[in-house]
Structure formats: structure tokens, C-alpha cells
């Protein structure tokens, strides 16, 4: 924590402790406090990038004998050429705005999941991302996510460990344990005496009264960890897509690098129904992508040395239609590509039972064949990287599903 | 129930909260005033007069796109970025000031149905028109215009891809060898008619999207008004088609149109319909029974959108917790404006409070549209923004805007004394006005 902040700065954060100290917020606990970390410091990021990101876009299987005939057009420049993709293997690479991130892979902190699919297969961006988030193997089965189940199973009185950036808060993290949010905001702090008043007001409505303790909460945290820079962040009317994104990594790796800070956060990009004209090196996935590899890249520099105890997951709803449509782009498919991030994770390698681009292999004849079910890689990012009892993670994260086994391996300790 | 109540859940569940005497017109007869509401065609609000049709700017976006692209970008971030704000606030007033709010009510709903977004940068320029050429004058009609109207509206067309979708038989298929998007015909299935467990599968997707081929807008034929719709034969898919085991074989345009209707007659569809609308003005899980009757007025009317309107008036669950739904940015912001009865001068003052409050028309994140629940939007931060924009808007409203006047004004049949006493005890008429917009029940409908 630096010292010389403005005054103006230290004022309103002493507001804020008065106000949390007032009657009516007393149940809070304070901020700043050192306890014994419940993760032992261990950190897990979710990016979810909704509308359905073109797997063969962000990692083409440029080695694959049927990939150039299959891509067609959309086909991208092999490894070693102009604006060739970023070679990861003999048949995988990375695409070449997502040059931030490759140098990770060389590093052993980035690794390519492929062929990875939810087990929805009707190809709905909603059923598919509430199945991604409900953690069920049926769409809609559950009002909870499991993040927050699993975080339910975690023994850390008065901590909110969970961590939504954005006004609401995702299905994933949605559910009976409190988790706190955070985003910019132009507004001036509200004063102490209103927000008491309005505390007061609001007991014992099973709806508001948490939501503003949890709004509070996050409130406090951010000026203690980021001081001025919290507010003011999104200048009048909030912030656009990709800068947006780029804002919110950077404040959750500042949150979560706080001793008493968040250990579990999601993080969401949407913009990736790419129906028509999307692209290739450059266009409208490069553009997304590109924001991509520039938020994860400053969530690694706000982690600091938490980065070596962090593993970031990037996944989709679902992956787009081996070939181009109609219209230069894509129409809603079954598997895509995901990537494991992180200085806790054992990077370097692409985790892929690779289907092939081969007309006969192409699942009904059109979309990439899933290989890989995404929960297995959610329960590993739990049990063995967050270190939650597998009877929880069975029983209550993800039930239903004890025939699918945690992925092995994919952590360093 | 008390009359008074009534008249709360009249105004605020099917209305878009009390306008100044409101309460008090509505309580001599809390369903006469909404039936009467529905009387009648929607006509067009004065406020709407000097604003540009759909096709008019559509032309205008073909003729900068056929010089250059930056004219097109251009054209996006001036032009439709000022169309987008004097359509959200000419919007914005006729909610705030409409003295028929259910049926203004029952525009937003189904435009809400059938989103398009400005997230897409052609949309920003043709949402407003959208809603006022295409949802508008069909929500007392029937669901089969509305449908029609709406997949053949320049917004949809561009906002889906129809445009681009080509029948890969047809002619121009044949000679440019471009193919089929099947982005419309998806949504049409999932989110417009049938709902996502309504029964269709991929193949039904492919037939749909080759059954709209050549659904479309004219640029530069001759005989046609550019930037209206327009059906291409040379884009349609030749051949007979399967939809949900129906063949369709008499081609061209009709082929697609009679496919739609089939669509707004299915069952699945009077079920998805009636669980939105039960959903909307009823509770987040609405109950069962008044789901399947929602859904039977929709099927034997053939669709009948007023029937429907009066049918969930008639639903007693409708009435019996008149707090049960949260209201969204966009009812909370419309139901201050009425209440205060205050409206900005300044379109971008209009768009800039939608902001700040998370939710602007016509930007939905996708084509299902805004969430109707409660989890969507009464998050932890955007409570709080809530309560931070009602202190910032009281202090520019208060003191011409007595507090205990218009919480009598506004939720006085509902209000509790918890309420009542923070409201009386604030230690400045501000911070009065702040507490009764951020209350529990101003914050419900």
C-alpha cells in the first residue's frame, strides 16, 4: 500500500471505513485485517467468452492434412510466414494477435485445450452458456453456478472470496455464497449518513439488504487496494468492449493480489458471434482476440508475484462450423479451443485428442467433434489447483457426473 | 385487496409507474383503466414526427457503403450515433409522459422479444425505427404481422445477416458460389416463435434458412425504393423444403411467409410466448396454471395480441403481490421520470442516465434480449449505482419535488412504515427524494 495518496483520496476512504462502522453496517468485517489465507494463496480466473468463440480462429490446427481445405478462406497464414499464426507444435499454433500470450507457452505458463466442448449439443448460445455455468449436465439445472457451489466448500468465515467484475453478477459466480463485485464508476461517493440510512431501510429485504452489504464490501476493498484509481476508471458512461475488458483484468489481478482480497474472479468478453466476415489475421476476432491477450496480459501485471500461484481459464459456450458459411464467417458448431493460463499451471502443451478436420470426422458432418468435456478440467481446476475436497466437488459443485474425472495433470504442484 | 392496491399494481405491473394523479385516475377502476388502454390502434407520438424511417437511413448506409468504408464509419459515429440518441430519448418521453403506459408497456416487452442492438454499429442507426415500424402498430394485432413485420424490417435483416444469406442452388449462389447464414433463421426458431426446447433440430434450422433466401433489401434495382425490403428470387434456394415435417414446395417468397405463419401457430410457441409474457407480469417463476391459460388464449385466438394483454389482466396472481417484480434500469429510470414528472432537455442526458444505470435501449448483449428477473439485475453493484444515481438525481430534483408528496403519489398503497419514517425523518428534502427512489418498493413493480 503506497502512502502518499492525495487527501482528497484518503478522506473518502476514511468515509467509507466510518460508514462500514456505522450501526447499521457493523456486521460487515473490516477490511485489512491479516487471517490466514483459506487457498494458501492459490488464485483462479475464469474468462468467459460469450457468443461462441471460433476455436480453429484462436488455435488453428494448421499441421492438420484437411485443415487448409476445410478453413477455406478463412484458413490463416501457417507459423514462420507474414502474419503467420504462432507455432505452439507441429500441428497447432496460436493466432497472431494473441501475441502477448506466446511467449507463455514457451515459458510453461500457457497451455491449449482443443476439441473441448460443454455437453450441450443443440448449438444455443443460451442453453450452452447456462450449462457452462449451471455446471449440470442439463441446461437450465440448476439456479446456481457452479463457481459459487465450490466456493461454498471453502471454510472462510466473513471473507468473500469469490469476485464479479461487471454490474451484475454471472450465473457462475450466482448462488448462497456471498460474493463481492466490482466496476468503475463516475459517481461521486455517496455520503456515510445516506448510505446508513439506506442500510437501515433495506433490513430485512431478503434481496437488497445483501446486495448492498456485498456492494459495500467490494467498495471498501477496492479504495484500500487501488486507491483513486478506482473511481473515475470509466469516465461518463462507463467503457466499450475491449477497453472495458483491458480495465476490469487489470483491477482484478490488483484485487486479487491484496492479502485479504478476492481469490476467485470471472471476467467476461462477449462479441464473438461471428456469423459474417470475420476475418482472419485481421478483421473482428483479431480485433477481440488481440483485446484478449492485452487484458490477460495486464492481469498478469497487476497479479505481481501471485501470477505464480494464479491459473487463468479462458473458455467459450461453444465452438463455431468447421467451414466458412455463406457469408464469410461462421455458424454456431459444437467443440472449440480453450487456454490454461498461469504461472501455477504446467503450460508448454497442447491437451487435445485431436478428432481431425477430415470430412468423415467432423461431428454431423459439419462442426469440430468434441473430444475433451469441459467439467473434467473444472473439477482439476478444483481439486487440484484450489485444493477442494473431491467429495464436495462431486456431491455439490458438479453432481451427476461422477463418471467424468478431474483431467490429470495440469498443475505444477 | 384494496382498491388502492389495485390501483398500485394496475399503474406499476402492467403501467410504468405513477405519473402526478395517476394512483388516483387509476383507483376508480384499476382493470376498466387498463382495458381501455387497449381500445383501439397504437397511433404514432407526436414526439416521433420529425424522426427518419428504417428504410430512409438504411439508404443512407448503402449509399456510404457504396463509397468507401470510411465514409461508413463515418456515417456510424456521427450520424447514427445522433439518430440513436434522439430515438432513445423521443422513446424515452412518450414512456414518461404516455397516458396509456400498459400499451407502452407492451411495446417494450415486444421489442424486447424480438431485440435487435445497436452492439451491431448499423443497428444503432435503425433500433428506434424498428420498434416504431415493425413492434408497434401489431402489439393489439396479431403475433403472426408482428413476426412478419419484424424478420422482413431493414434492422433484422441487416442485425441477423438475411441480407447475406444465399441459397446455394440458386442463381446467385450458383454464379458468386457464396452460400447460406443460418444466424436469422436460428433466432427464429430459438427466441422469436418456438423456444429453445420447442422441438425443432438442426436440419429444421438449415429449412428455415433456405425457406428466407432472398429475404432481403433493394439497393439499386430498378422499380424498387432503396433500403425497403425486398424479396432477391435470385437468392432463393430452389427446390422443396422440410420444416418441423412439413414440406414446402410452392418456392419463392410465399414459401418463407407461409413457413413464418406455421411457426406463430405452433404450440410450442403460444407456450414460450405466454411463459415470457406470465414471467413479465407476473413473477420471475411464474406459476403453472397461468402459464398453460397465457397460453391458451394465445392459440385459440390464432395468436390474438390483445386478447393475450387482457387475458394476463384477468390472471389473479397478477394482482396478489404487487411487489413481486424488480424493475429493470429502464422501469426504474422511466418510473422516476414519470413520478417527478422532469425530463431532461438534452438527448444525450437521456442516454447518459440509462448508462449510469446499466441498462441502454436497444444494446442488449444478444438477440434473446434483456433478462426479465430479478438475479439479472438487482446485483450487488447495481444496487448500490441505484442508490448513488437517485442521491445524484435528487439533488439536481429536490426541493421542487416534495418527497412525502410524491411517495403519496407514487407507492403510498404499498408503502411500509420503515418506509414512511425514512422518508419523514431524512435530514434534507435531498436525501428524502434519494431514500423514496432507492426504496424496496419504488424499486419494485
Given amino acids: 500500500m503506497t502512502t502518499n495518496r492525495p487527501a482528497n483520496v484518503r478522506s473518502r476512504r476514511a468515509v467509507l471505513k466510518a460508514a462500514l462502522a456505522t450501526g447499521a453496517l457493523s456486521a460487515l468485517p473490516r477490511v485489512g485485517a491479516a487471517a490466514p489465507d483459506p487457498l494458501a494463496g492459490r488464485r483462479l480466473v475464469l474468462v468467459f467468452l460469450r457468443g461462441g468463440l471460433d476455436g480453429l480462429a484462436l488455435a488453428p490446427a494448421y499441421g492438420d492434412p484437411a485443415y487448409a481445405a476445410a478453413r477455406r478462406h478463412l484458413a490463416l497464414p501457417p507459423p514462420g510466414s507474414g502474419e503467420g499464426a504462432l507455432e505452439l507444435d507441429a500441428t497447432f499454433a496460436l493466432h497472431p494477435a494473441l501475441h502477448a500470450l506466446h511467449p507463455w507457452y514457451g515459458a510453461g505458463e500457457l497451455a491449449l485445450l482443443h476439441a473441448v466442448a460443454s455437453p450441450h449439443r443443440g448449438r444455443s448460445h443460451f442453453e450452452a452458456q447456462d450449462l457452462v455455468e449451471n455446471g449440470t449436465p442439463q441446461p437450465y439445472g440448476a439456479a446456481d453456478g457452479w463457481l459459487n457451489r465450490a466456493l461454498g466448500a471453502v471454510d472462510a468465515p466473513g471473507r468473500r472470496l469469490g469476485l464479479a467484475l461487471g454490474h451484475s453478477v454471472p450465473l457462475l459466480l450466482r448462488g448462497p455464497t456471498p460474493v463481492m463485485t466490482w ?12 448510505l446508513a440510512r439506506l442500510a437501515d431501510l433495506y433490513e430485512g429485504d431478503a434481496l437488497l439488504a445483501p446486495a448492498l452489504a456485498d456492494a459495500l464490501k467490494g467498495q471498501a476493498l477496492a479504495d484500500e487496494v487501488m486507491g483513486g484509481d478506482a473511481r473515475g476508471m470509466g469516465g461518463r458512461g462507463g467503457l466499450r468492449n475491449l ?3 483491458k480495465t476490469a483484468s487489470k483491477a482484478a489481478g490488483e484485487l486479487m493480489a491484496a492479502p485479504d ?33 492485452d487484458g490477460l496480459a495486464s492481469l498478469k501485471a497487476a497479479l505481481g508475484p501471485a501470477w505464480r500461484s494464479t491459473a487463468v481459464l479462458v473458455i467459450t459456450e461453444f465452438g463455431r462450423m468447421v467451414a466458412p458459411n455463406g457469408t464469410g464467417g461462421t455458424d454456431h458448431g459444437t467443440a472449440g479451443a480453450a487456454l490454461l493460463a498461469g504461472g501455477a499451471v504446467k503450460g508448454g502443451r497442447v491437451i487435445a485428442d485431436w478428432p481431425g478436420l477430415g470430412p468423415a470426422q467432423l461431428f454431423e458432418g459439419r462442426d469440430l467433434r468434441p473430444t475433451l468435456e469441459l467439467r473434467p478440467v473444472f473439477k482439476a481446476l478444483l481439486r487440484d489447483h484450489l485444493k477442494i475436497a473431491e467429495a464436495a466437488i462431486e456431491t455439490r459443485t458438479f453432481p451427476e457426473s461422477r463418471d467424468l474425472r478431474p483431467l490429470e495433470g495440469l498443475f505444477r504442484a | 385487496m384494496a382498491i388502492e392496491t389495485k390501483a398500485f399494481v394496475a399503474v406499476n405491473r402492467f403501467g410504468l409507474g405513477a405519473r402526478p394523479g395517476e394512483l388516483k385516475r387509476a383507483a376508480s377502476d384499476p382493470h376498466g383503466w387498463l382495458e381501455a388502454q387497449l381500445e383501439g390502434r397504437s397511433a404514432q407520438p407526436d414526439a416521433f414526427a420529425a424522426l427518419e424511417s428504417g428504410p430512409a437511413t438504411t439508404r443512407s448506409f448503402f449509399a456510404a457503403d457504396d463509397r468507401n468504408a470510411k465514409e461508413v464509419i463515418k456515417l456510424f459515429s456521427e450520424r447514427f450515433r445522433d439518430i440513436f440518441m434522439q430515438e432513445v430519448a423521443a422513446r424515452t418521453r412518450v414512456m414518461a409522459t404516455s397516458a396509456q403506459p400498459y400499451r407502452e408497456r407492451l411495446v417494450a416487452f415486444w421489442s424486447n422479444h424480438f431485440t435487435v442492438s445497436a452492439k451491431r454499429p448499423v443497428v444503432a442507426g435503425l433500433a428506434g425505427a424498428f420498434e416504431r415500424e415493425a413492434i408497434r402498430p401489431h402489439v393489439t394485432g396479431r403475433f403472426a404481422d408482428m413476426l412478419l413485420a419484424v424478420a422482413r424490417h431493414p434492422a433484422m435483416l441487416l442485425f441477423l445477416d438475411n441480407v447475406l444469406s444465399i441459397g446455394p442452388n440458386s442463381m446467385a449462389g450458383q454464379r458468386t458460389g457464396k452460400g447460406l447464414n443460418e444466424n436469422h433463421a436460428r433466432e427464429i426458431l430459438e427466441l422469436h416463435t418456438l423456444g429453445v426446447k420447442g422441438g425443432y433440430d438442426q436440419r429444421d434450422v438449415v429449412e428455415l434458412a433456405k425457406l428466407i433466401t432472398g429475404w432481403s433489401l433493394s439497393r439499386r434495382e430498378p422499380g424498387a425504393t432503396p433500403g425497403t425490403y425486398k424479396f432477391h428470387g435470385f437468392a432463393h434456394e430452389p427446390g422443396t423444403k422440410t420444416l418441423l415435417g412439413v414440406r414446402y414446395d410452392q418456392g419463392g417468397e410465399a414459401e418463407g411467409e407461409a413457413a413464418l405463419r406455421a411457426l406463430a401457430r405452433h404450440p410450442s410457441t403460444a407456450i414460450f410466448i405466454a411463459t415470457k409474457f406470465a414471467r413479465h407480469f407476473i413473477a420471475d417463476d411464474p406459476p403453472a396454471p397461468a402459464v398453460e391459460r397465457l397460453a391458451r388464449v394465445f392459440r ?13 389482466v384477468d390472471e389473479p396472481a397478477a394482482w396478489q403481490a404487487p411487489l413481486a417484480k424488480f424493475k429493470t434500469p429502464q422501469d426504474f429510470l422511466v418510473s422516476v421520470l414519470r413520478a417527478t414528472d422532469i425530463f431532461p432537455a438534452e438527448p444525450r442526458a437521456v442516454v447518459g442516465s440509462f448508462e449510469e444505470l446499466g441498462q441502454v435501449p436497444f444494446t442488449a448483449l444478444s438477440p434473446a434480449g434483456w ?35 410524491l411517495m403519496e403519489a407514487t407507492i403510498a398503497p404499498v408503502a411500509s412504515a420503515r ?23 419504488f424499486l419494485r413493480r
Fill in chain 2, 371 to 405: 433478462d426479465d428477473n430479478a438475479a439479472a439485475w438487482a446485483g450487488p453493484e447495481a444496487v448500490l449505482r441505484r442508490a448513488e444515481w437517485s442521491l445524484a438525481f435528487a439533488r439536481r430534483a429536490a426541493p421542487a419535488r416534495q418527497p412525502i408528496a
Fill in chain 1, 183 to 194: 466496476a468503475p464508476s463516475h459517481f461521486p461517493r455517496v455520503d456515510t449518513e445516506f
Fill in chain 2, 300 to 312: 385459440d385466438t390464432d395468436g390474438d395480441l390483445r386478447a393475450l394483454a387482457a387475458a394476463v
Fill in chain 1, 243 to 245: 477497453q472495458a475488458f
Fill in chain 2, 419 to 441: 418506509t414512511r419514517e425514512a422518508i419523514a425523518q431524512a435530514p434534507s428534502a435531498q436525501q428524502g427524494l434519494a431514500l423514496l427512489l432507492a426504496s424496496p418498493e
Fill in chain 1, 261 to 293: 482480497g478476492p481469490r476467485v474472479a470471472v471476467l467476461e468478453l462477449s462479441g464473438w458471434d461471428s456469423h459474417a466476415n470475420q476475418g482472419t489475421t485481421q478483421g473482428q476476432i483479431a480485433a477481440l482476440l488481440g483485446g484478449v491477450g
